[in-house]
């Protein structure tokens, strides 16, 4: 079955913290995103990896970065986290090369900035 | 750049009830749609696609109808269950040619309540 499973459910983090937010997947997809979901915003892509060390900016990329060492793990990173910060973020996998196929999403991450 | 409006929610509706939520999208190109849906304390499913004018997605229940002369991918379903309360989400992705990335971009998200 597909899997694709970001490392926690809930954070609550400090603001200044360095944050870390894990997401691995087993179905050896290539490309991966981080989106981050806001009521009445829906959800906006805020980087995304088209293979292993290879990354590319998304929507809302401003503090934030990524890391990917891996094919199956893709690792979003708030350098400095701020309450603005406060969010659900969402990670997902994609066969690429194929234009049609689905995206698989992870349960979320429910991330609090005090 | 692409974008995506969904009618704006909440939705409030008894079971049996029909549903329809509005999607209209502006890209260039011809686009893949897309809906998912998310259900209280997870992420996002698919829950249907098509892939050019005129295709119809369908699944458990529901139905969405790739309309390129309106820019339009309404969702339906005739006859709602409880069960179908959640987020639904409309969403497109651009097909350039080539390798395409599958990038998503989403519209606003619509909350469903159903009530017995």
């Known amino acids: 079955d597909v899997k694709v499973t970001q490392s926690s459910r809930y954070l609550v983090k400090r603001t200044g913290e360095k944050v870390f937010l894990e997401c691995v997947q087993d179905?050896?997809?290539?490309?991966m995103f981080w989106y981050r979901q806001d009521p009445g915003l829906g959800l906006r892509l805020i980087y995304f990896s088209y293979d292993v060390k290879m990354k590319e900016k998304g929507d809302i990329p401003e503090g934030y970065s990524v890391s990917r060492e891996k094919k199956e793990r893709f690792s979003l990173i708030l350098e400095s986290a701020s309450t603005n910060q406060t969010s659900m973020y969402l990670c997902?996998?994609?066969?690429?090369?194929?234009?049609?196929?689905?995206?698989?999403f992870g349960q979320g991450t429910r991330l609090t900035v005090v | 750049g692409n974008s995506v409006t969904q009618m704006e929610g909440p939705v409030t509706l008894s079971e049996e009830a029909f549903l329809t939520i509005n999607c209209t999208y502006t890209?260039?190109?011809?686009?893949?749609l897309f809906w998912y849906v998310q259900y209280p304390g997870e992420g996002l499913q698919l829950l249907l696609k098509?892939?050019?004018?005129?295709d119809k997605g369908s699944n458990k229940g529901f139905e969405a109808t790739y309309r390129k002369e309106t820019t339009s991918f309404h969702l339906e379903k005739g006859s709602v269950q409880v069960s179908d309360s959640a987020v639904y989400f409309c969403?497109?992705?651009?097909?350039?040619?080539?390798?395409?990335?599958?990038?998503?971009?989403f519209g606003q998200g619509t909350i469903l309540t159903v009530h017995p």
């Open positions: 179905m050896d997809h290539e490309n």
């Open positions: 969403a497109l992705r651009a097909n350039a040619g080539g390798t395409s990335y599958g990038k998503l971009t």
């Open positions: 890209a260039t190109g011809y686009p893949s």
């Open positions: 098509a892939t050019k004018a005129d």
């Open positions: 997902a996998s994609r066969v690429q090369g194929r234009l049609n196929t689905e995206a698989f």
